[in-house]
């Protein structure tokens, strides 16, 4: 099984830059596919970014791209999402998880998530 911890979270004002991480542990990191999700107030849970095993192939909901950056350290387990340009939109709480092929990701089968860190964007 596979344990997922997010963390980074917290308050930005509008404009900001905030970074997520999210550790693994209990599984061969390299070989999952990982994506961040986030649940904002009163909304559904929705799909914000996924990257590749090997960081070659990434993907973004529209209103993160050019603002959002997601990465992965496979030496270090770890997953992060770089927020930049933050606006009020953002505020949720932010989930990371992990796939077992990027093709079950690609469709939104996920097996693996966290408990969320929640990101609050206000001034």
């Known amino acids: 099984q596979v344990q997922l911890v997010e963390s980074g979270g917290g308050l930005v004002q509008p404009g900001g830059s905030l970074s997520l991480s999210c550790t693994a542990s209990?599984?061969?990191?390299?070989?999952?596919?990982m994506g961040w999700f986030r649940q904002g107030p009163g909304k559904e849970r929705e799909f914000v970014a996924a990257i590749s095993q090997g960081g070659l192939v990434r993907r973004y909901v529209d209103s993160a791209k050019g603002r959002f950056t997601i990465s992965r350290d496979n030496a270090k387990n770890t997953v992060y999402l770089q927020m930049n340009s933050a606006e009020i939109e953002d505020t949720a709480v932010y989930f990371c998880?992990?796939?077992?092929?990027?093709?079950?990701?690609?469709?939104?089968?996920?097996?693996?998530w966290g408990q969320g860190t929640q990101v609050t964007v206000s001034s």
């Open positions: 998880a992990a796939s077992e092929t990027l093709i079950a990701a690609l469709r939104g089968k996920y097996d693996y």
């Open positions: 209990g599984g061969t990191f390299s070989s999952y596919t």
